[in-house]
């Protein structure tokens, strides 16, 4: 992985407003690689920066690493909200499970750039709509109420 960030960090550097495009890095990244040809087809070719947070940055820059983070700050406080504005103990723990699956996935962005590939970014996206269900949900019950 060492051999994998040098070259993030060698792309950052090379276009660090911008980025070197979303998804860019696995075909960008024998530009950016200093390791012996060898060692860089072994271990860097093809793949990804392995870390959610080099990795935006590496592709979107700091513009994008700043959209990422107004995201994940927004996500976070609309969930935990719903916990506390839940009128009922279904609400609050719906929200509790919503708050949980979205720690985990933001935990983990810090081990695995997984949730911005595949079904890695569609299940992030599936938490992300239960929270905002639960929120709906939630706040229907309460008018009703």
């Known amino acids: 992985r060492l051999l994998i960030w040098d070259?993030?960090?060698n792309a950052f550097s090379s276009s660090p407003m911008t980025g070197i495009g979303v998804y860019g890095f696995p075909y960008a990244s024998r530009r950016f690689s200093t390791a012996p040809e060898l060692l860089y087809r072994e271990f860097v070719e093809g793949n990804s920066p392995h870390e959610t947070f080099i990795a935006v940055l590496t592709e979107t820059g700091v513009i994008g690493g700043l959209g990422f983070a107004v995201f994940l700050v927004a996500t976070i406080r609309l969930t935990f909200r719903t916990?506390?504005?839940a009128t009922d103990d279904e609400g609050r723990k719906?929200?509790?499970v919503g708050a949980a699956a979205l720690v985990y996935c933001l935990v983990s962005m810090a081990f695995t750039d997984a949730w911005l590939w595949g079904q890695g970014i569609v299940l992030l996206g599936m938490v992300v709509g239960m929270v905002l269900a639960n929120r709906t949900l939630s706040s229907r019950r309460t008018a009703h109420a």
């Open 83 to 85: 916990i506390r504005q």
């Open 94 to 96: 719906y929200g509790f």
């Open 7 to 9: 070259a993030a960090f």
